[in-house]
């Protein structure tokens, strides 16, 4: 399971949870930052200090945040 970094954060890259991610899985992309599910420990850090409540846990996506899960997977496919 992981957190998953939505709609929000698009545009805005606050960056906080880079700061507090335990694990360094929060990356930057095109137009907003991603967390890498593989590497994700669900601890929370960061959706408590994201100031735009972007970040949900995995099972309390609603059907429109899913796609967000996805990109996520494919951001850092070949990584
Ligand atoms: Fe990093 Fe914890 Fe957020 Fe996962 S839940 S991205 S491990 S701060």
Redesign the pocket.
């Known amino acids: 399971m ?2 998953v970094i939505t709609s929000p954060c698009k545009g805005e890259l606050a960056g906080e ?1 880079l700061a ?4 360094e ?2 990356d930057k992309g095109e137009d907003q930052f991603f ?1 890498d599910p593989d590497l ?8 408590s200090v994201c100031p735009v409540d972007a ?1 949900v846990e995995e099972y309390d996506l609603t059907p429109e945040q899913e796609p967000y899960l996805e990109k996520a997977e494919k951001f850092f496919e070949n990584r």
């Not at 507090?20 to 694990?23: Q, R």
């Not at 994700?40 to 959706?47: L, M, N, R, V, W």
């Open positions: 992981a957190f949870c507090v991610c335990p694990v899985c929060i967390i994700c420990i669900d601890c929370g850090a960061c959706a970040i």
